[in-house]
Nanobody, 126 residues
Framework: QVQLVESGGGLVQPGGSLRLSCAAS????????IGWFRQAPGKEREGVSCISSSDGRSYYADSVKGRFTISRDNARNTVYLQMNSLKPEDTAVYYC???????????????????WGQGTQVTVSS
């Protein structure tokens, strides 16, 4: 089973940038779609972005569209989430998740996920 480890979180001022990484163990990484989710205190989990296993197509929540970019490097078994123009409302714990042959359809519902990472804290504050 694929295991995921997130990194790259931290404290950043509004308008700043961070790049999160999701590193996967195991083989056949190219067959796994990867999604990013976040959860702020007292709020429900939100699907942020997803990149499919088949054609690398990417999807974004409206709240991050135009500011966040998801990408994958199959040679490094890693998916990245580049976050620009960060806002205080982006503050949350960010998790990556994976599913075999995931096309990312309805990714926000996070159904039948194979594996979750442990999460990385992102805090946007002045």
């Amino acid at each position: 089973q694929v295991q995921l480890v997130e990194s790259g979180g931290g404290l950043v001022q509004p308008g700043g940038s961070l790049r999160l990484s999701c590193a996967a163990s195991g083989s056949a990484f190219q067959y796994y779609g990867i999604g990013w989710f976040r959860q702020a205190p007292g709020k429900e989990r939100e699907g942020v972005s997803c990149i499919s296993s088949s054609d690398g197509r990417s999807y974004y929540a409206d709240s991050v569209k135009g500011r966040f970019t998801i990408s994958r490097d199959n040679a490094r078994n890693t998916v990245y989430l580049q976050m620009n123009s960060l806002k205080p409302e982006d503050t949350a714990v960010y998790y990556c998740a994976t599913k075999f042959l995931w096309s990312c359809g309805n990714y926000r519902y996070a159904s039948s996920i194979d594996s979750w990472g442990q999460g990385t804290q992102v805090t946007v504050s002045s």
